[in-house]
């Protein structure tokens, strides 16, 4: 069964630096149309951060644009979320999300990066 599995969240403190990554097992980073990360803070709906597609194409989120950076390993099988100039805002839980086909997503279980002023 293809599982996500984050590693990686913590505590920081606002204007720090924290990476997050996911490693999928059964199948391989490269094998996925899309990959990227998401996030969801208590009491709010879940929002894209970063994408990054097969081809190396990223996107970012306004907020995340400018101090996030989303990359994958395929070799090392997992895709990373490195964030600087964190701040309050950007505590939430963080989900690994894997887009197989347009009818095969996976999710990872999240987590958690708190960001403490």
């Known amino acids: 069964q293809v599982q996500l599995l984050e590693f990686g969240g913590g505590l920081q403190y606002t204007g720090g630096f924290l990476t997050v990554t996911c490693s999928a097992s059964?199948?391989?980073?490269?094998?996925?149309?899309?990959m990227g990360w998401y996030r969801q803070a208590a009491g709010k709906q879940r929002e894209m951060v970063a994408v990054?597609?097969?081809?190396?194409?990223?996107t970012y989120s306004a907020s995340a644009k400018g101090r996030f950076t989303i990359s994958k390993d395929n070799a090392k099988n997992v895709v990373s979320l490195q964030m600087a100039s964190l701040k309050p805002e950007d505590t939430a839980t963080y989900y690994c999300y894997g887009k197989f086909t347009n009818i095969e997503e996976y999710w990872g279980q999240g987590t958690q990066v708190t960001v403490s002023s």
């Open positions: 990054i597609s097969s081809d190396g194409t990223t």
């Open positions: 059964f199948k391989k980073i490269s094998e996925f149309v899309v």
